[in-house]
T-cell receptor, first 114, second 110 residues
Framework: EPEVTQTPSHQVTQMGQEVILRCVPI?????FYWYRQILGQKVEFLVS????????KSEIFDDQFSVERPDGSNFTLKIRSTKLEDSAMYFC????????????FGPGTRLLVL | QKEVEQNSGPLSVPEGAIASLNCTYS??????FFWYRQYSGKSPELIMF????GDKEDGRFTAQLNKASQYVSLLIRDSQPSDSATYLC??????????FGTGTQLKVEL
């Protein structure tokens, strides 16, 4: 069964450093998403991406964040200058279409900013 | 602010019993409703989705939706210890993003 994959599974970085989180969505899916979950808190939407552009973003997704689909398979989330409060689990998700369509989640990247 | 509310629990049920998980949402324009299961340290895993008022059954799981009351629930029949997890209610307004509740922790006791 096809699944979303994410790398790395864990990332430790120093405050102020740039990190890139990588995702490979399910191959026939067209919509891609990033969510985050701070330890003990709810899953929060960050951004959605379709047809090589952002279709929606949340207030959390400020200028420090960017997304890119550098090739036909990868979807990346970049945090330019990490802060302590960026420490969280980051989940990539994908869906085949937009409306009434299930989003399938990857295993996540646990980011720890020191 | 669009909200999804769940009782955080823990909800404890004996093995073999029915577990009932509830969720309310604030946005009347919400169109799609999802239940995800999340084990500790893992990603959300889809259990069921429902779009129309009424009940939808899939194996031991039944989702119930009442749009007039802005209420969605998940029933788990014949609960097993492996069902012990946090159950996340998620709502979509027909656009891209899912809005999640904080989740209800379910414990199925032997």
């Amino acid at each position: 069964e096809p699944e979303v994959t994410q790398t790395p599974s864990h990332q430790v970085t120093q405050m102020g450093q740039e990190v890139i989180l990588r995702c490979v969505p399910i191959s026939n899916h067209l919509y891609f998403y990033w969510y985050r979950q701070i330890l003990g808190q709810k899953v929060e939407f960050l951004v959605s991406f379709y047809n090589n552009e952002i279709s929606e973003k949340s207030e959390i997704f400020d200028d420090q964040f960017s997304v890119e689909r550098p090739d036909g398979s990868n979807f990346t989330l970049k945090i330019r200058s990490t802060k302590l409060e960026d420490s969280a689990m980051y989940f990539c998700a994908s869906s085949r279409t937009q409306s009434q369509e299930t989003q399938y989640f990857g295993p996540g990247t646990r980011l720890l900013v020191l | 602010q669009k909200e999804v509310e769940q009782n955080s629990g823990p909800l404890s049920v004996p093995e073999g019993a029915i577990a009932s998980l509830n969720c309310t949402y604030s946005d009347r324009g919400s169109q799609s409703f999802f239940w995800y299961r999340q084990y500790s340290g893992k990603s959300p895993e889809l259990i069921m989705f429902i779009y129309s008022n009424g009940d939808k059954e899939d194996g031991r799981f039944t989702a119930q939706l009442n749009k007039a009351s802005q209420y969605v629930s998940l029933l788990i029949r014949d609960s097993q210890p492996s069902d012990s997890a946090t159950y996340l209610c998620a709502v979509s307004g027909g656009g891209n993003k899912l809005t999640f509740g904080t989740g209800t922790q379910l414990k199925v006791e032997l």
